[in-house]
């Protein structure tokens, strides 16, 4: 086992929209399966049962057409400050995922941390599937869907 420093992508995005704003958006079916994902991917079948324990499943659908399916379990909650999920495919789990809000100046920092098993797998997903630009595409669509829904 490597030191977790080399098994972990970390991604920071701050945004000028409270934390409860945000946990909103990150926490509530409603709201979270109209956002989640890179660019030109969708969520269909979602179930989510959000509390520790719970299971939220999807197919995540590429701009091809094609369907990854993405099936987490939740083991910690804080609101509006801490979310921790194991996230997989329903067979397997391929890395915790821990997602943090901070007041920052003038919002909220993101920070989106993915810890792997092992650092080779770590970088088989960054650089096979593109998780750190996916990554920031992502929180820039949690942005872009906070400013366009829910500030109205």
Known sequence: MTD???RELVLQRDI????ELVWKALTDPVHVNKWWGPNGFTC???RMDFRVGGVWAFDM??????RYP????????????????????GKKF??????????AAGGTRITLRQLYETK??????????G?????????AKLEAYIREHLTR
Do not use: M
Not at 61 to 66: A, E, F, I, K, S
Not at 120 to 129: G, N
């Open 4 to 6: 977790e420093a080399d």
């Open 16 to 19: 000028p929209f409270p934390r």
């Open 44 to 46: 269909e079948g979602v």
């Open 61 to 66: 659908v590429g701009p091809d057409g094609t």
């Open 70 to 89: 993405n099936h987490s379990v939740f083991k910690q909650i804080v609101p509006p400050s801490k979310l921790v999920f194991d996230h997989g495919d």
């Open 94 to 103: 391929w890395f915790e995922t821990t997602i943090t809000l901070s007041e």
């Open 120 to 129: 080779a797998f770590r970088d088989e997903v960054a650089d096979k599937y």
């Open 131 to 139: 998780a750190v630009e996916g990554g920031k595409q992502h929180l």
